[in-house]
Structure formats: structure tokens, C-alpha cells
């Protein structure tokens, strides 16, 4: 028994013991330069440093030989062109932008711009930071909301004329286009929203997109993962509506709802910078539920043609009275 109870000991005592190595002695991780500790400062609040990829996007951009005087030795660049930061100064006598920035087409191509200038001519090369410049800027938004608005209004107008399927005005039984709409109507108030109340985290998004919402802030994944759920539920609209309808009349509902779809983006992204898109969000919510419950929503099948109908009384499609 005493044996048994001193094996008891030794064990405990082997599993409370444990090795301490001290290793070799390297130098600590965060012995840096001053123009390292620069480097990831600027990184941190600019959302780039040296070794970045651009793409100009402007006609030209201008590059001087020396930094500070842009009237000196200039070169152009030209749309479409990439370019590599290739450093990075501050030029504290500059009374328009202390940043300046050395790009590099290649070798023989490269020289320095202020950093506002730059900025405004190019966008990060990679195609979802592409995708964000195109879809940010104003002026196409309001240009495509007016022209948008007015083509859709008219093809709506004369769908229901011809009493077509239409999308919350004349609908199929499927929830998976209203939702679709309400999704897009959304998201579309959501990335408003970060871009006015979260504008660094949205800038950073830019400059280092990702598609993953798990290795993004709450706010961005909820955005990331909003555009996922459209592709998703877009998908399951553009399945149902072929179980639905055929032919002609399938095309015309998959135009009015990408259509709807596309009024919803620019309306409610707009809006949203003016604060006028949250009470209208709630509005749009109501209205599209209204319309699929009372509308869209059958419950009765025509005696004679067998018409799915939302309510009793006279078929529209061949006259037939049910009650």
C-alpha cells in the first residue's frame, strides 16, 4: 500500500513539473528603425506604404524627378498603367500636401506626386477596390438613379398595361424576389451607412478587400455577408421564376425585378447619405410585405383555367367568376 501511494506521488510530481528554456538570445521583434516605426505609422493611418499596386485611372498623371516641385523634369503616366509605391516623404514646406509619393511604372518610369493629386488619379489594383471606386462615385450615382428611375417607371408602366408579372405590383407566388429587393434595398443602406459613420474602417476595407466576412469587423461583414446572401437569394428568384412562368413572360419578370433590383440600390444609397433613407427603408419594408401577402401570396385557383388568384371573384386572365 506504501508502495502504491509513493508510485501515487511520483506521478503527480512528474505531471507538476514542467522545462523552462530560455532559448537563444535574439534581438527583440520590436527593435526597429525610426523609418520602420515611420513606416508602419503611415501604413496605419494611410492605409498604404512601399510596395503598394495602383492603377491609374485618370487620363495622365504627372510625375516630377525631384520631390516638392512637380514643374520639374515632369513625366507622364497614363490610364491604365500600374504603378508601385516606391517611397514615401514629407516635404514640410509644401503648403498644398506635405505627402509626397514616389511611383514607379518600371524602372526607366517613375517619380514623385503629391499625395492628393495621386490619390484622386488612382484606385488599388485589385478588381473588388476597381469594383467599390466605380460604384462610389456620386455623380454616376445620381446620374444612373435619374436615368434608372425613369426607364423602369416606363417599363413598369407598360407591363401592367399589358398585365405582365411584375415584381410588388402584379407578382408571382415566391417570396424569393421581394425578399431579393428588401436584401438589396438593405445593403444598399447599410454601405451608406459605413461609408458616413465608419469612414476609416471603409477606406481600409478599400485598400485591403477581402470577400471573407470572418476575417472583417462586425460592420463590414455584415456588409460582405449581405452581398452573398443577394448572389444566393438571386439565384433561388431566378429558379423559382422559371418554375413559375415560361418563355416571354419569364424574361419580362427577370428584367423588372433586376430593374427594381437596380432602382433600389441607387435610391436607398443615395438617400441614406441625407439621413432620408432609414424611415424610407422601414416604409419600403412594409410596402413590399404588404403586397406579397395580399397580393402575391395565392390562396385560390380559378375554377375554370385553373389561375392561381390572391383572392375570390373575377379571374383576370379568362373572366370565369369564382366565389
Known amino acids: 500500500m506504501q508502495r502504491i501511494r509513493d508510485y501515487i506521488i511520483l506521478i503527480f510530481a512528474f505531471l507538476l513539473t514542467a522545462c523552462y528554456n530560455n532559448g537563444p538570445q535574439t534581438p527583440d521583434a520590436w527593435d526597429l528603425t525610426e ?6 505609422s503611415f501604413s496605419t493611418t494611410h492605409h498604404y506604404s512601399q510596395n503598394y499596386n495602383f492603377v491609374v485611372k485618370s487620363k495622365s498623371l504627372p510625375l516630377s524627378d525631384q520631390p516638392g516641385n512637380l514643374a520639374f523634369d515632369t513625366i507622364y503616366v ?38 492628393s493629386e495621386m490619390l484622386e488619379g488612382v484606385s488599388p489594383d485589385d478588381s473588388i477596390s476597381q469594383f467599390i471606386d466605380f460604384f462610389s462615385n456620386t455623380h454616376l450615382l445620381i446620374f444612373m438613379a ?19 408579372y411584375i415584381v410588388h405590383f402584379n407578382d408571382i407566388d415566391s417570396f424569393y424576389p421581394t425578399l ?9 443602406t447599410l454601405y451608406a451607412s459605413i461609408q458616413m459613420f465608419g469612414a476609416e474602417s471603409w477606406r481600409h476595407f478599400y485598400y485591403h478587400p477581402s470577400l471573407n466576412p470572418f476575417a472583417l469587423p462586425w460592420h ?21 421564376v422559371l418554375h413559375h412562368l415560361s418563355g416571354a413572360d419569364a424574361l419580362l419578370y427577370i428584367g423588372g425585378l433586376a430593374g427594381v ?23 419600403y419594408v412594409v410596402f413590399a ?4 401577402v395580399h397580393q402575391a401570396h395565392y390562396r385560390f385557383t380559378c375554377g375554370n383555367c385553373g389561375t392561381l388568384l390572391s383572392k375570390k371573384g373575377r379571374c383576370p386572365h379568362c373572366g370565369a367568376m369564382n366565389v
Open 261 to 283: 433590383c437596380a432602382v433600389d440600390y441607387v435610391v436607398f444609397s443615395v438617400s441614406t447619405l441625407y439621413y432620408i433613407g432609414y424611415p424610407l427603408l422601414i416604409a
Open 146 to 164: 435619374f436615368l434608372i428611375v425613369v426607364t423602369v417607371a416606363y417599363g413598369l408602366y407598360r407591363l401592367n398595361r399589358r398585365n405582365a
Open 78 to 115: 497614363m490610364r491604365g498603367e500600374q504603378l508601385v509605391v516606391a517611397d514615401i516623404q514629407t516635404i514640410s514646406t509644401d503648403s498644398i500636401d506635405s505627402i509626397w509619393v514616389k511611383v514607379a511604372r518600371d524602372q526607366l518610369t517613375q517619380g514623385w506626386i503629391r499625395e
Open 220 to 240: 463590414l461583414a455584415l456588409f460582405v455577408a449581405s452581398v452573398w446572401a443577394i448572389i444566393i437569394i438571386a439565384v433561388a428568384a431566378v429558379d423559382d
Open 180 to 188: 431579393l429587393c428588401l436584401m438589396v434595398a438593405s445593403s444598399a
Open 289 to 292: 410585405l404588404y403586397r406579397y
Open 35 to 40: 523609418k520602420q516605426l515611420d513606416s508602419i
